[in-house]
């Protein structure tokens, strides 16, 4: 007959593991041990290693065994700490939120933090509401992505682009001036001087920064603004598809008939948008029309041609956020600031030289 393994524990009843979960109550009693000293070895408490090995071990499988889960919330109240952040961005299908939501992953999973994600949809109304059950459900503080503030709370707020003045939260910003001017630059030293311009959404955060550079950007280097080459965006299937849009505006922009030989796109993903309308309509890119984008989302690299942008850091920018609303909730009395990063030229193919007459 074969030995048993020391200090294994028995098979958990059947109808314990048939009925119902199994609580802390039920494997105390079945180890025949206290429920404190349960909970301290499965909570890994420092006070256990004062146990002996062998109760620790058999404590351990015997959980293992019967299938045992924590009450979660009665943990928290035990705790004090819920280890759970809030985020919230506009759309979580959109290339520039979902890297950042990458940084912000990898930082919070190492650290052990859960955390609830909701994208809004630009919808006020919306943001309130996530943001009261976020708190109703134990969130220690919120990340906002590219979201204004739209409720006063007592927890701590680290929000990722331009979200309001409050001074009471972090917030992490890119020197959108700084973008805009390398970008024309960039055209500008290639020899464009009819450029279109997609303006950003009306609602978006970044649009009011980047537009009132433009102009100003535009100037300095003798560009004229000319109207008919401005294209504002437009949202399409709830906001879902940003190439979508900046394809409908680029058919926008080509039935004006102006002449432009470079297109500055408010993001990269309308400016892909933008290339394979041109593509379409038998354009050569860069021969005809150079293509600038702003972010550096993944598929700026991946398209063909390849997509001259404005890089944001933004799996660093995500990964910047959880760290900080990491280190303010361990911290209250820290107190809030502002975070400007210096975005940077990526030079690719989309963009070249004017062609000579």
Not at 74 to 80: D, E, H, I, Q, T
Not at 311 to 326: N, S, V, Y
Not at 332 to 355: C, F, N
Request: a neutral charge.
């Amino acid at each position: 007959m074969p030995r048993k393994p020391k200090n294994s524990a028995p098979a958990a009843p059947p109808e314990l593991q048939a009925n119902r979960p199994v609580s802390l109550k039920d494997l105390a009693a079945y180890l025949g041990l206290s429920r404190s000293t349960v909970s301290l070895v499965l909570n890994n408490s420092p006070v256990a290693q004062g146990l002996a090995p062998q109760t620790r071990e058999r404590i351990l499988l015997a959980a293992k065994k019967m299938g045992y889960r924590p009450n979660y919330f009665a943990r928290m109240l035990n705790n004090k700490r819920s280890f759970m952040v809030g985020i919230m961005s506009p759309d979580l299908a959109e290339g520039y939120d979902s890297e950042i939501l990458n940084g912000i992953e990898l930082t919070l999973n190492e650290k052990d933090y859960l955390y609830f994600v909701s994208s809004h949809h630009w919808n006020s109304e919306r943001i309130v509401k996530r943001m009261d059950e976020f708190t109703a459900r134990g969130a220690e503080g919120f990340i906002l992505i590219n979201t204004p503030v739209e409720r006063t709370t007592h927890l701590p707020i680290v929000t990722i682009g331009p979200s309001g003045s409050g001074a009471s939260y972090t917030r992490i910003l890119v020197d959108n001036r700084h973008g805009i001017q390398l970008s024309i630059d960039h055209l500008h030293g290639l020899g464009h001087r009819d450029i279109a311009f997609f303006r950003g959404h009306q609602n978006s955060s970044d649009t009011e920064a980047r537009w009132k550079a433009t102009m100003e950007m535009a100037q300095q280097y003798g560009i004229n603004m000319e109207h008919e080459l401005q294209v504002q965006l437009e949202r399409v299937d709830n906001g879902l598809n940003p190439v979508q849009e900046g394809y409908m505006a680029c058919e926008k922009l080509l039935a004006r008939k102006r002449k432009f030989t470079a297109l500055m796109a408010f993001n990269d993903m309308t400016a892909i948008g933008a290339l394979r309308c041109l593509r379409d309509h038998k354009y050569e890119i860069p021969g005809q029309v150079s293509i600038m984008g702003f972010d550096d989302v993944l598929a700026a690299s991946m398209i063909e041609p390849t997509l001259t942008t404005i890089r944001q850091p933004l799996a660093a920018m995500g990964r910047m956020a959880a760290t900080k609303i990491m280190d303010l909730i361990q911290n209250p009395e820290m107190a809030p600031e502002q975070i400007e990063i210096k975005p940077e030229l990526v030079v690719r193919k989309s963009t070249g030289p004017v062609a000579t007459a």
